[in-house]
């Protein structure tokens, strides 16, 4: 069956830090890879995804990068702000019934 | 666009009661819709995907005569937890595919659900 392995938290950077996420999945066919993710008192939002191998999404100066040889996702970002605060998910979805399987979450927070 | 709502977003009940939630497609028609249930600080955990106008199909091990799906309409599909008892308190997710080609799926807010 599909699984996504999520590097767990939770995770304190300051402003400005680069922040790494580390996402592996495991799925039979070509899944589609997600990032989702949840403020503080707020639902799922998807942050970036990408659909099939070496595929990067990217969006808010986050980056992803669809790896197929090492079956990675990992999101990154330079620089990142009081307002990246939140609960990332990794995630996938095969393309037949379009279910998604999510990381355990990462809860990330940055200090001014 | 592809908006989803919940209603309520929080609700509290007693032990035994039954207590429905609302899932709604704001601004597009939502052939599937997803359940969903997170507990604290931890992941979602899908519990049935439902189609408008069929029976939901449920996942392993999620009791289907106590977690009661409707998916009434292209825009609307209700959870019905039935004689809910405490351990059924958690967050509550739905999510809608529909709104356009790539069958994303667009999440509604939540619902917290305490049990008394």
């Known amino acids: 069956g599909n699984s996504v392995t999520q590097m767990e938290g939770p995770v304190t950077l300051s402003e400005e830090a680069f922040l790494t996420i580390n996402c592996t999945y495991t799925a039979t066919g070509y899944p589609s890879l997600f990032w989702y993710v949840q403020y503080p008192g707020e639902g799922l939002q998807l942050l970036l995804k990408?659909?099939?191998?070496?595929d990067k999404g990217s969006n808010k100066g986050f980056e992803a990068t669809y790896r197929k040889e090492t079956t990675s996702f990992h999101l990154e970002k330079g620089s990142v702000q009081v307002s990246d605060s939140a609960v990332y998910f990794c995630?996938?979805?095969?393309?037949?019934?379009?279910?998604?399987?999510f990381g355990a979450g990462t809860t990330v927070t940055v200090r001014a | 666009g592809a908006v989803v709502s919940q209603h309520p977003s929080w609700v509290i009940c007693k032990s035994g009661t039954s207590v429905k939630i609302e899932c709604r497609s704001l601004d597009f028609q939502a052939t599937t819709m997803f359940w969903y249930r997170q507990f604290p600080k931890q992941s979602l955990m899908l519990m049935a995907t439902?189609?408008?106008?069929?029976?939901?199909?449920?996942e392993q091990g999620v009791e289907k005569d106590k977690f009661l799906i409707n998916h009434a309409s292209l825009t609307l599909s209700t959870l019905t937890v039935t004689s809910a008892h405490p351990e059924d308190s958690s967050f509550y997710i739905c999510?809608?595919?529909?709104?356009?080609?790539?069958?994303?799926?667009?999440f509604g807010p939540g619902t917290r659900l305490t049990v008394t």
């Open positions: 439902s189609n408008e106008g069929s029976k939901a199909t449920y």
């Open positions: 990408a659909t099939k191998a070496d």
């Open positions: 995630a996938l979805s095969d393309q037949v019934d379009y279910k998604l399987s």
């Open positions: 999510s809608a595919i529909g709104g356009g080609p790539s069958y994303e799926q667009y």
